[in-house]
């Protein structure tokens, strides 16, 4: 059975993506290794161009808040092994 874009087996869609898939290269493909490893260094710093980098302030703020959340955790961490070793040595003598 057909209708009037095409056999209902084989539609338009398909034929479309195997003409696509056929094509190989393309501008990446034609480049040596120094071009692609220019448009990779270019690709880089249009994506960098894109970072919304923070103010000075907000540095500031997130470098404080990240010490001393390490300077807490590793007190943490300190009095847990403190505790551990005191708990080993009454243990096993």
Known sequence: MTDALGSIDMPDAEDETREKKARK???????????????????????????????????????????????????????IDFGFEKAIKFVFG
Do not use: D, H, S
Not at 35 to 53: C, D, N
Not at 68 to 75: E, K, N, T
């Open 25 to 79: 290269g393309g501008k990446r493909g034609k480049k040596g290794p120094l071009g692609r490893l220019a448009l990779f260094y270019r690709q880089i710093i249009a994506e960098l161009r894109k970072v919304v980098w923070p103010t000075r302030n907000q540095l500031t703020t997130y470098t404080t808040v990240v010490i001393v959340f390490v300077v807490i955790m590793i007190g943490l961490v300190t009095v």
